[in-house]
């Protein structure tokens, strides 16, 4: 019988070879690195945030539109299989407060080293330094044009991730790939990136965190779009989860109106503004507004928005409040656009949902080839989604890669 051959070693490339050899089948996964996972290790900053503890609807809200295509997947593998495989290969899990799974060493590389063991204990043959250059459907099986040459298999699963980090491996290959074959491919772009602002005072305040605040996108032409969680400054613009969340809707550049102080209607704002004001008249006003926003944010804050931070409390009135209060709850930075997808942690498009059978993940164009993880036109938001997506879209495509191959195999017979 001809392999399976599994094309990246990401976590949906290990969970597909691993479950298509569990399930009887000779799996070659290829990985074009010296090493399997490298994406995976620098997730969640080294701790590797695996999984979420919603709900499986509210996991499907996650995917901005696109996540019912998961249903199936998430069906046959969700957190609980996914965590009882990464406990079964060594390596358990605990929740934090936000509802975000890490294993309990903090440690992505034990996560990576779980993976890899379902593989060989399933004796799945790992190929490294092994570039796949094209894939040719030959006529009940494929032709795979790799930096070792030629490898033949009874069926392919493309498991190359997007095209963010491209450091990590994934370059965006597998578009080609499927293009390739005939797929469409929904144009790729960063999703979950950093903006870059114009007001390089914000270099001054990199690392600040400012929790819960609300943010509101405004592009020329387009309607405005909002979002509330934490903000993060960075040397060159904002980052953190309520930024890389709006970053999918960022075409061009952009406004950010950022309100520190969401849960203060204006009026109330300005009154107890005033109220500072009135309890510490012979404090500079620069030293009694920590109560509202960070003292580091205080005087760039003020200044940028033409108010003297050095004046007294006492002579700062009620217009002076007001200007401050707008300040507070508008701060206006401008975007002059992402990061960029080398920086960018999911890449938006991919291949085109439509062209594959979300029930097995084969393609509806070439049988026998499957798809699974970011190589398809899913993302999903911060927390744990994208790499649940991937091991269960793996997870599923291994297991019905298998069952088509030995069904023909019984059939052949
Ligand atoms: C900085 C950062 C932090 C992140 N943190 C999190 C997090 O905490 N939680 C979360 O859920 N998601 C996180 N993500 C997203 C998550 O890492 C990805 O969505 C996930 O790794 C996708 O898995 P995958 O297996 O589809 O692809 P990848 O992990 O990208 O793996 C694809 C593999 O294919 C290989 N490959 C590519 N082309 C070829 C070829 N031609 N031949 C052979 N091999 C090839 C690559 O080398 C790579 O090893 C983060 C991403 C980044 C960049």
């Not at 498991?159 to 597998?174: A, E, H, L």
């Not at 305040?205 to 960075?234: C, F, Y």
């Not at 950010?256 to 204006?266: K, T």
Request: hydrophobic share 40%; proline share 5%; with cysteine.
């Amino acid at each position: 019988m001809l392999p399976i051959v599994v094309i990246g070693a990401g976590p949906a490339g290990m969970l597909a070879a691993g479950r298509a050899a569990e399930c009887g089948v000779p799996v070659r996964l290829l990985e074009k690195n010296q090493m399997p996972g490298r994406k995976l290790l620098i997730t969640g900053a080294g701790r590797c945030n695996i999984t979420s503890a919603v709900d499986l609807d509210t996991f499907i809200g996650q995917f901005f539109g696109q996540g019912r295509f998961l249903y199936p997947a998430l069906q046959t593998m969700y957190r609980e299989e996914l965590l009882d495989l990464l406990a079964r290969h060594g390596i358990r899990c605990q929740v934090d407060h936000q509802g975000k799974y890490f294993p309990v060493t903090g440690q992505s590389s034990d996560v990576l080293l779980a993976m890899l063991h379902y593989g060989q204990k399933q004796g799945v043959q790992l190929m490294t330094d092994c570039a796949v250059q094209s894939i040719q459907r030959v006529q009940d099986h494929f032709e795979i044009l790799s930096s070792q040459g030629t490898v033949l298999a009874g069926a392919v699963i493309l498991t190359t991730g997007g095209m963010t980090y491209p450091v990590t491996g994934s370059s965006g290959d597998g578009y080609r790939l499927a293009a390739q074959l005939g797929h469409s491919i929904v144009p790729p772009r960063p999703a979950l990136a950093p903006f870059v602002v114009k007001q390089t005072y914000i270099q001054n305040l990199a690392g600040l965190s400012l929790p819960d605040v609300e943010v509101r996108l405004v592009q020329p032409g387009k309607k405005p779009v909002a979002g509330r969680g934490d903000l993060l400054l960075t040397h060159k613009g904002v980052s953190g989860p309520v930024i890389l969340r709006l970053s999918r809707e960022l075409s061009g550049s952009a406004d950010v109106h950022i309100n520190l102080v969401p849960s203060f209607a204006r009026p109330a704002l300005i009154a107890a503004i005033l109220t500072v004001f009135n309890q510490n008249g012979r404090t500079h006003i620069k030293n009694c507004l920590d109560s509202f926003l960070p003292h580091r944010l205080v005087t760039p804050l003020l200044t940028a928005a033409g108010i003297d931070p050095d004046r007294m409390a006492a002579q700062a009135g009620r217009r002076i409040a007001e200007q401050i209060a707008q300040a507070i709850s508008d701060w206006t930075l401008t975007v002059t656009g992402t990061q960029g997808i080398h920086i960018a942690m999911v890449t938006a498009g991919g291949v085109a949902l439509r062209e594959i059978n979300p029930a097995s993940l084969e393609s509806r164009l070439v049988p026998g080839l499957y798809f699974a993880g970011e190589v398809l036109d899913l993302d999903g938001d911060t927390g744990g989604y994208n790499l649940q997506a991937a091991c269960s879209t793996g997870y599923l495509a291994g297991q019905s890669a298998a069952a088509a191959l030995l069904s023909h195999l019984r059939n052949d017979r």
